[in-house]
């Protein structure tokens, strides 16, 4: 990717506002995301991580604001122009969210079916494919996601979101309910799609390591809007109570002591 590239804006939102009834989540929230990054988004229980990321997909309308994906208006659209903005995005819920009674492959090949009419062995190929590229064996694509363990089945959620060659991955607590070495591996992973595939990824979180180890920048949601979008660094020199106790706190410390002994 050329420099240059680097500073195109991919998500914008200016002045959003989400409420549900009478209570206020966001109030005039500003948030850009650059090509190519990893932005990992980060909050208190109850700052409306979630909420945001469902404002950009669509899955919830704003009270007011604006949003832009790829310089196009994701707010207000037509039900065209809202299935053509998706086929750019991925999105992994926390749950993995795949459907019980499709095997793995099954699973991948839906939104292929969804916007693609293609014969059954090329549906075929791809989620074999797709399923390689997130680093499972080809046996796992006859299995139901019954019989896969937590961390397959994070892989397996993975592949889905890829199944459509995104630009833009969003995550939700990807690392969640792993054990210390899958969560690690698994962000590994991430950030090896990000440079084989030119992905743009948006990441919720509260994993301290995942923030350390592959976000190239952190947005911090406090008191209903961005309170400050920086790196890791320029975080830990923000005179806040809540940033100084999560990024100084004791994870936060251990979290940073890990990424020094790696990169020493």
């Known amino acids: 990717m050329r420099a240059d590239d680097r500073s195109e804006t991919v998500i914008s939102v200016k002045g959003l506002r989400n409420s549900f009834g009478a209570q206020v989540v966001h109030e005039n929230l500003d948030l850009?995301?650059?090509?190519?990054?990893?932005?990992?988004?980060?909050?208190?229980?109850?700052?409306?991580?979630?909420?945001?990321?469902?404002?950009?997909?669509?899955?919830?309308?704003?009270?007011?604001?604006?949003?832009?994906?790829?310089?196009?208006?994701?707010?207000?659209?037509?039900?065209?122009?809202?299935?053509?903005?998706?086929?750019?995005?991925?999105?992994?819920?926390?749950?993995?969210?795949?459907?019980?009674?499709?095997?793995v492959a099954e699973n991948i090949q839906v939104p292929l079916r969804e916007f693609y009419r293609l014969d059954d062995e090329l549906m075929n190929e791809i989620a074999a494919f797709k399923i390689a590229l997130v680093g499972l064996g080809p046996e796992a694509g006859p299995k139901y996601p019954s019989e896969l363990s937590g961390g397959m089945r994070k892989r397996a959620g993975l592949a889905r979101s890829l199944a459509l060659d995104p630009q833009l991955l969003f995550l939700d607590e990807p690392t969640a309910g792993l054990d210390p070495i899958g969560a690690a591996a698994f962000d590994e992973l991430i950030k090896s799609l990000r440079d084989s595939l030119d992905l743009t990824v948006f990441i919720i979180t509260h994993d301290l390591d995942t923030l350390y180890a592959i976000c190239d920048r952190v947005a911090v949601l406090a008191d209903k809007h961005v309170l400050k979008v920086g790196t890791i660094p320029e975080l830990l020199e923000f005179d806040h109570p809540w940033v100084q106790e999560y990024f100084r706190g004791p994870r936060g410390r251990a979290a940073a002591d890990s990424v020094a002994e790696g990169r020493s």
């Not at 790829?70 to 926390?94: C, I, K, P, S, Y």
């Open 32 to 103: 850009e995301v650059k090509r190519g990054e990893i932005i990992g988004i980060v909050g208190g229980s109850g700052t409306g991580k979630s909420v945001l990321m469902r404002s950009i997909v669509g899955l919830k309308t704003p009270d007011a604001g604006e949003i832009t994906v790829f310089g196009q208006n994701a707010v207000d659209q037509t039900l065209e122009e809202a299935t053509e903005m998706r086929r750019h995005w991925g999105v992994l819920f926390q749950s993995g969210a795949l459907f019980s009674g499709l095997t």
